[in-house]
């Protein structure tokens, strides 16, 4: 059996192949699991969700009805009952309603939010109607709900070149994060900060190359680990405008680097913790909704085989960081860190084991699963009382009044 973009079997060892289960069921075959005592039971996980066959293939149960959905991130907007946007893999993109008005939330609530399968959706902060969204490799939209319009708001060089732009990196989840003094001004991350004022009708660069790309290196030989950085093979992973100062951008990039400006892009500091290798993806950085000095950045290293748990907080505009993931165990690694914007020392964090809380501002952590299932958790928003979370596989969950 070879799981791939179809499910494959080989009956004469391997000489010829046939597709036993293909669309609909997901478009990417992952695993497959053959009962050892019965081989007509089987199991094929898929990034659309599960299927179960008691006939050795010949028929399969729907995935429809689970939820499975992997979000790679999770935003909300400013409506009442306020939705909840985030791309899913191989399943476009979602907007659905925190409340529904039939006693429950059904797939009536569900709804495209007029994005791809990945990158982040940004809802407009005084017109939850208007969505921003992102796709593979720069692609960037906006949808108006109320008509249905998808206009295409990506950089020049990437309306021009498409997926093979040569002037500029992205990568499958950019991040596309609005100003909290401004709602016009829209930020996207590629190797450089960009800053669109209008609407994504044009953008501008307000930074330099911030992965570490040496332009003195040459691009000759072959590529390696070592110098794959140097060579501009990284990119602007997350973005982080200061809720409370102006102008203050936090930025880290998926090669290991984290950047501060205060003066909206005109000048920029490198403060990245001192210990960091490279390529420790800076998953996500949250500046402090309380003081400007203070910012929290989760950092993933799982693609260097370190699954232990890395979260940094600055107090000093990132002179100095201290770890802070006591509490959190070897294996569920770090994709998020939210702060609470009302209750000061609050966190939350997104691991791959779960969610876990810090009452401290980080000094320890608890986990706070109760009846979400050990699942990876790639992103937190906060709104009004309720903790949203984005799973990789079992979709959103909504804990209320915390």
Do not use: C
């Not at 208007?130 to 108006?144: A, C, K, P, Q, V």
């Amino acid at each position: 059996y070879a799981p791939n973009v179809s499910l494959y079997r080989s009956t004469d060892g391997g000489k010829t192949f046939t597709a036993i289960k293909g669309a609909p069921g997901g478009d990417d075959y992952h695993s497959l699991w053959i009962d050892p005592q019965n081989p007509q039971r089987m199991i094929f996980g898929s990034d659309q969700g599960v299927g179960i066959s008691v006939d050795g293939g010949k028929s399969w149960s729907s995935w429809y009805n689970q939820p499975t959905a992997q979000f790679y991130h999770v935003s909300v907007d400013n409506a009442f009952p306020y939705h909840i946007y985030g791309a899913q893999q191989d399943s476009g993109s979602v907007d659905i309603t925190s409340r529904g008005n039939d006693g429950s939330i059904t797939f009536r609530d569900w709804h495209s939010a007029g994005a791809g399968e990945s990158g982040y959706i940004a809802a407009d902060p005084k017109d939850p109607n208007i969505l921003y969204g992102g796709g593979t490799f720069g692609e960037l939209n906006r949808y108006d709900k109320r008509t249905g319009q998808v206009t295409v708001i990506a950089p020049e060089a990437v309306r021009t070149f498409g997926a093979a732009h040569p002037e500029m990196r992205f990568t499958w989840t950019s991040p596309l994060v609005f100003s909290p003094q401004n709602p016009h001004v829209l930020y996207l991350g590629a190797q450089h900060v960009l800053k669109s004022s209008n609407r994504g009708d044009s953008w501008e660069k307000i930074s330099p190359d911030l992965t570490g790309m040496d332009l003195h290196t040459s691009g000759e030989g072959p590529l390696s680990a070592r110098n794959a950085k140097a060579r501009g093979h990284g990119v602007v992973y997350t973005i982080a405008p200061s809720p409370v100062a102006a102008g203050q951008i936090w930025a880290g990039s998926d090669t290991g680097l984290i950047h501060l400006t205060r003066d909206g892009g005109k000048t920029w500091k490198n403060v990245t913790p001192p210990e960091l290798s490279d390529w420790s993806k800076i998953s996500l950085i949250e500046a402090s909704h309380f003081d400007a000095r203070t910012a929290y950045a989760a950092v993933d290293r799982h693609r260097l085989s370190d699954i232990a748990p890395y979260i940094y907080r600055t107090r000093d505009f990132g002179k100095t960081w201290k770890r802070i993931n006591s509490g959190i165990p070897n294996g569920a690694f770090v994709r998020a860190v939210r702060e609470d914007p009302v209750r000061k020392s609050l966190l939350f964090a997104g691991t791959e084991l779960g969610v876990f809380f810090s009452l401290n501002s980080g000094d320890s952590w608890q986990p706070l699963n109760l009846n979400l299932p050990v699942v990876p958790v790639r992103d937190l928003a906060i709104k009004n009382n309720d903790l949203i979370a984005a799973t990789h596989g079992r979709s959103f969950w909504v804990l209320d009044d915390i």
